[in-house]
């Protein structure tokens, strides 16, 4: 299994928009409707913003999104907020032979 | 809410093993809806999925750590263990555990202890 591709870094000014991409393949990203993406501040455990594609757990808020076309799923922060600013992993199911992958992370910076 | 909580040894020496507890609390690790997990991340570095097991036992391994890692669940206990042999020092990361769904939810990480740093060094 191999990671999936994310940009190492993100930033928009607060009130934009700022969407994070996130590549794999047609085996894990693009063979199932799976994929999740996780925020991570510095020094705190990942916590579940997306899954299943576009589905946001309760709490979440609805500035989150989430989307997916071919072997690219993407997240897309509106309305940027300075508490967002953080790391951002997406993660997918990659077969039921295998466990989840992950992306790189992408850095977000709200300027 | 369930939460889970990492306890274990901070600082393990070269070619030890790295042993580390997830302690369940507000809820059953026999849960038949979660399946929980190791997930590492090192020092200024990414997620690594370590492995995971269902409350019957049944485990999932890295490829990679195959080798050297057992996963364990005691159900009496509520908690589930992590065992990774032979360590070095590229194995120094943050250590979390988490519950997630299983095949029917895409593996969806939905609960996520505080983590703990397992340093390797002699």
């Known amino acids: 299994q191999s990671a999936l591709t994310q940009p190492p870094s993100a930033s928009g000014s607060p009130g934009q928009s700022v969407t994070i991409s996130c590549t794999g393949t047609?085996?894990?990203?693009?063979?199932?409707?799976?994929v999740s993406w996780y925020q991570q501040h510095p020094g705190k455990a990942p916590k579940l913003m997306i899954y299943e594609v576009n589905k946001r757990p309760s709490g979440v808020p609805d500035r989150f999104s989430g989307s997916k076309s071919g072997n690219t799923a993407s997240l897309t922060v509106s309305g940027l907020q300075a508490e967002d600013e953080a790391d951002y992993y997406c993660s997918s199911y990659a077969g039921s032979n295998n466990l989840g992958v992950f992306g790189g992370g992408t850095k977000l910076t709200v300027l | 809410q369930l939460q889970l909580q990492e306890s274990g040894p901070g600082l393990v020496k070269p070619s030890e093993t790295l042993s580390l507890t997830c302690t369940g609390s507000g809820g059953s690790i026999s849960s038949s809806t979660y399946y929980w997990g190791w997930i590492r991340q090192p020092p200024g570095k990414g997620l690594e999925w370590i492995g995971s097991i269902y409350y019957t036992g049944s485990t999932y391994y890295n490829p990679s750590l195959k080798s050297r890692i057992t996963i364990s669940v005691d159900t009496s206990q509520n908690q589930f263990s992590l065992r990774l042999s032979s360590v070095t020092a590229t194995d120094t990361a943050v250590y979390y555990c988490?519950?997630?769904?299983?095949?029917?939810?895409?593996?969806?990480?939905?609960?996520w202890g505080q983590g703990t740093l397992v340093t390797v060094s002699s």
């Open positions: 988490a519950g997630h769904g299983g095949f029917s939810s895409g593996w969806t990480l939905d609960y």
């Open positions: 047609s085996s894990d990203v693009g063979g199932y409707n799976y």
